[in-house]
């Protein structure tokens, strides 16, 4: 197993709502990632899952609030999203745990998110 | 400061041409480079990479990069262009640094092709 698994594939919630985005990986990965992208822009880092521990979190509001249950899972929990959340939210997983850079990531295909 | 450009926000190539997409580099040491590619609505998908060595990498899909350090620069290449070669395509420096995880991405080159 290659990829990336992320659901749902799209996703509409309203600013009162509570939802998790899920990502999964069975490459034996130990990095794990979740980026925010909006239209016609770069992917931007949010999160950095390093062996099930949270390594860097770029300074993203509490409303994204990040787990990693196990070495495979990676979720996000959203609460109270504001109508600019709506991104394509992106999860990506490397063999880089803590010192080797040097590996590609593998993405998912990414959760669309509209926030009404 | 660490940072990548790509100059080229949109590029029209027809179909069967040659494609040159480029990208530089300002990091404190060479970073390991990657070429990511991604289709409407998709994710990334990973091109080539270059750590060290031979400065002329191969990758997927017909794709090659070569590394020039004196320039900074790590341009993307495709002999001949392919209508299904039409995507975002984002240069991505990470500093090789232990313990660094943070790959960035440049604002990316949209490749439009045309019959």
């Known amino acids: 197993d290659t990829e990336v698994t992320q659901t749902p594939k799209h996703l509409v919630m309203g600013m009162t709502n509570k939802k998790s985005l899920k990502c999964e990986q069975h490459m034996g990965h130990r990095a794990m990632y979740w980026y925010k992208q909006k239209a016609k822009k770069p992917p931007e880092l949010m999160f950095v899952?390093?062996?099930?521990?949270?390594?860097i979190n770029e300074s993203v509001p509490s409303r994204f609030s990040p787990e990693c249950p196990n070495s495979s899972l990676l979720n996000l929990h959203l609460h109270a999203l504001q109508p600019e959340d709506s991104a394509l939210y992106l999860c990506?997983?490397?063999?880089?745990?803590?010192?080797?850079?040097?590996?590609?990531?593998?993405f998912g295909s990414g959760t669309r998110l509209t926030v009404v | 400061a660490q940072s990548v450009t790509q100059p080229d926000i949109h590029i029209t190539v027809s179909e069967g041409a040659s494609l040159e997409l480029r990208c530089n580099y300002s990091y404190g040491a060479t970073p390991y480079l990657f070429w990511y590619v991604q289709s409407p609505g998709q994710g990334l998908q990973l091109l080539l990479k270059y750590f060290s060595g031979d400065t002329l990498v191969q990758g997927i899909k017909g794709f090659e990069a070569e590394f020039k350090r004196s320039q900074s620069s790590f341009n993307l290449r495709k002999p001949s262009v392919h209508w299904s070669d039409a995507a975002e395509y984002f240069c991505?420096?990470?500093?090789?640094?232990?313990?660094?995880?943070?790959?960035?991405f440049g604002t990316g080159t949209r490749l439009t092709i045309i019959p």
């Open positions: 991505a420096p990470n500093p090789p640094c232990r313990g660094n995880e943070k790959l960035t």
């Open positions: 990506a997983s490397s063999q880089a745990a803590g010192g080797a850079p040097n590996y590609g990531y593998t």
């Open positions: 899952y390093s062996y099930e521990k949270l390594s």
